[in-house]
């Protein structure tokens, strides 16, 4: 089912809600087109794959970049 709701997520300038016209998610929070609302995610094998390492490498990258402040912090 897709109802027109007014988005929940906050946005980056003065975290006020977006209230774009937008659907209910399968987590149940409402999201417009601008915030993945309209995107069900990678559906082949190969793209849930890269997904995945997507995720991987930016928590690796953020791991990295957090060692580098903290050295230079000493
Ligand atoms: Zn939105």
Redesign the pocket.
Same mark, same amino acid.
């Given at each position: 089912m897709k109802f027109k709701l007014p988005?929940e +997520?906050l +946005?980056k300038q003065g975290k006020r809600p %977006? $209230?774009?016209p @937008?659907i209910v998610c399968k987590n149940g929070s409402i $999201? %417009?087109k601008?915030?993945g @609302?309209y995107s069900s995610g990678p559906k082949t094998k190969e793209g849930k794959a890269k997904s995945a390492n997507n995720i991987i490498k930016y928590n690796d990258q953020r791991a990295s970049n957090k060692r580098q402040i903290n050295e230079q912090d000493l």
């Open positions: 988005c +997520t +946005t %977006c $209230r774009a @937008g $999201r %417009c601008v915030h @609302g």
